[in-house]
Structure formats: structure tokens, C-alpha cells
């Protein structure tokens, strides 16, 4: 069983930066990716970012692609995601996610999920 710990949300202004960080802990953590995701009020959970742990090879959503990077720390079983020049749409409920076989944009293959960090955009 893998742990996913997200922290790291909270209140900006638009164009401010965020990072998020997953800490991942367990005996089954090994990694094939890891990924984010986010909701927002009254909509379904959208991909945002992932990334394969082993080649660092990254895969975002046009939506924040050359804004967010994700990136990670092998020595820390960590994973982070730096949000630069936010915007009142990327308020939501960013939840990171794991997997030991698929690194793209669905929810299922994702089996071990963090509790979720919000992150609020002011305009």
C-alpha cells in the first residue's frame, strides 16, 4: 500500500506562483509515475500533470503547459508541482496520484491517491 501526503496549497493572487509537493511513503512504492490532478467546485477531476519517475519524461494539460512543471526527488520519494502565473481557473482541489504501470491523463490506472491540497486563485 502507497501513502501520498499533498501540502502546499493555499490563497494567491493571479499571476503568483505555488508549489505543491506529494510525499509518498510504503512498502509498494515503486513508482512508474506520478501524477496531478485537480477539481474544481461542481466539475469532474482534470489531468494536469505527470511524469515517469524513472526517465523524468513530463506530460501536461494544454491548459498549463509552459506555466506548471513537475518534477521530482528520487532521495526524498517526492514529487512536486511549481504553478507560475496562476490564474482564477486554476482554483481547485489539486490531488497527486501514483502508479506502477500508466502515466497519462486517466483516472483509473492510478491506484493510491493523496487527500488533496486547495489552491485558490484571486483575480
Known amino acids: 500500500q502507497v501513502q501520498l501526503v499533498g501540502s502546499g496549497g493555499g490563497l494567491v493572487q493571479a499571476g503568483g506562483s505555488l508549489r505543491l509537493s506529494c510525499t509518498a511513503s510504503?512498502?509498494?512504492?515503486?513508482?512508474?509515475?506520478i501524477a496531478w490532478f485537480r477539481q474544481a467546485p461542481g466539475q469532474g477531476r482534470e489531468f494536469v500533470a505527470s511524469?515517469?519517475?524513472?526517465?523524468?519524461?513530463?506530460t501536461y494539460a494544454d491548459s498549463v503547459k509552459s506555466r506548471f512543471t513537475i518534477s521530482r526527488d528520487n532521495a526524498q520519494n517526492a514529487a512536486y508541482l511549481q504553478m507560475d502565473s496562476l490564474k482564477p481557473e486554476d482554483t481547485a482541489v489539486y490531488f497527486c496520484?501514483?502508479?506502477?504501470?500508466?502515466?497519462?491523463?486517466?483516472?483509473?490506472?492510478?491506484?493510491?491517491w493523496g487527500q488533496g491540497t486547495q489552491v485558490t486563485v484571486s483575480s
Open positions: 510504503g512498502r509498494a512504492f515503486n513508482p512508474y509515475s
Open positions: 496520484a501514483h502508479s506502477n504501470s500508466y502515466s497519462g491523463p486517466l483516472e483509473a490506472p492510478y491506484g493510491s
Open positions: 511524469l515517469r519517475w524513472g526517465s523524468g519524461t513530463a
